[in-house]
């Protein structure tokens, strides 16, 4: 939980920017390994290819850095988080139907 007290409002966006930035960094990381690691399965059905596809679109979007509202950084970097996170998670779900887990 993030403790705001005694910080300006420009601190406090400062911090949530860089806490997106950390967990934006972390699912490309996830997304990376996964599709390494599982790229075999995942190329066996075309659902699985749809699934590779749409985790390459979220490995390749990026912050856009020169947005000089800091609202704007943010709300970007939520939307990739986001999109990444839902790239994540229909690989899992594609796993767990057709994966197998050793």
């Known amino acids: 939980m993030l403790h705001f007290g005694g910080m300006t409002d420009?601190?406090?966006l400062a911090r949530l920017e860089?806490?997106?930035a950390e967990i934006r960094k972390m699912l490309f990381?996830?997304?990376l390994l996964a599709k390494d690691a599982w790229?075999?399965?995942l190329?066996?059905?075309g659902e699985g290819l749809e699934i590779m596809d749409?985790?390459?679109k979220a490995e390749e979007s990026f912050t856009q850095g020169s947005q000089?509202?800091?609202f704007k950084r943010l709300e970007h970097a939520l939307d990739i988080i986001n999109l990444r996170?839902?790239?994540i998670f229909s690989f899992m779900s594609y796993m767990s139907k057709y994966g197998k887990f050793h």
Do not use: H, I, N, V
């Open 43 to 45: 190329s066996q059905r």
């Open 18 to 20: 860089r806490k997106a």
């Open 39 to 41: 790229k075999d399965e």
């Open 85 to 87: 996170a839902r790239s």
């Open 54 to 56: 749409a985790m390459e």
């Open 29 to 31: 990381g996830a997304l």
């Open 68 to 70: 000089p509202d800091g």
């Open 10 to 12: 420009e601190e406090r």
